[in-house]
């Protein structure tokens, strides 16, 4: 009889519900590609200010860690568009992910400005946060706040990811470093 592989296990703090699904969309390739990960992305943060959320995250991957076990890679989703109001949090922001191992994933500006570079076209567009669902909803009218990881998987697919990929670093980083690599070689470069 043959043994269940065993899965590597990363933790992923979404600021909300939206991000939660993403890390699940993220989930369903890997599952797709028989890539031996599991994304626990289950509890969100409920958004906001960026330390407040890093800061539960961490919290909760500390507690997630002692009841099921250490994570290999750790990270945590944030929006840019908060940063810079305060050097000092800022700067915990960092500290507090260095000390923890996690890496940060950007939205820049936000979650909905992220989600539209994943679209052809639309690389390099930085629309302002404020603009930045208008300009969502022009390429994917039926997005909506915490949207699903199927509806995401279908309008997104692995082109999605891959296309986003070429001008989110953050992001491309992150997937290498929970084996995506092998799957996409063409992230390693």
């Given at each position: ?28 390739i890997a599952d797709f590609h028989n890539l031996p990960i599991h994304i626990d992305c289950n509890k969100v943060t409920s958004g906001g200010e960026p330390l407040k959320v890093v800061e539960k995250s961490i919290y909760l991957l500390e507690r997630n ?125």
């Open positions: 009889m043959q043994g269940r592989k065993t899965r590597k296990r990363i933790f992923l703090g979404p600021e909300g519900f939206s991000e939660r699904s993403y890390g699940r969309y993220l989930q369903q860690s002692r009841n099921h076990g250490n994570y290999q890679v750790k990270a945590v989703m944030l929006d840019s568009d908060k940063l810079g109001r305060s050097i000092d949090r800022d700067n915990k922001i960092r500290s507090l992910a260095a000390e923890h191992n996690v890496k940060l994933v950007y939205s820049e500006p936000n979650f909905e400005a992220f989600l539209l570079r994943h679209f052809p076209g639309y690389e390099n567009k930085r629309p302002p946060a404020d603009a930045s669902l208008t300009e969502l909803e022009k390429v994917w009218p039926e997005y909506h706040k915490g949207i699903d990881a199927r509806s995401i998987f279908k309008k997104l697919g692995k082109n999605g990811l891959l296309r986003a990929c070429t001008v989110e670093d953050s992001l491309r980083d992150f997937l290498v470093s929970i084996g995506f690599g092998r799957i996409f070689p063409e992230l390693r470069n």
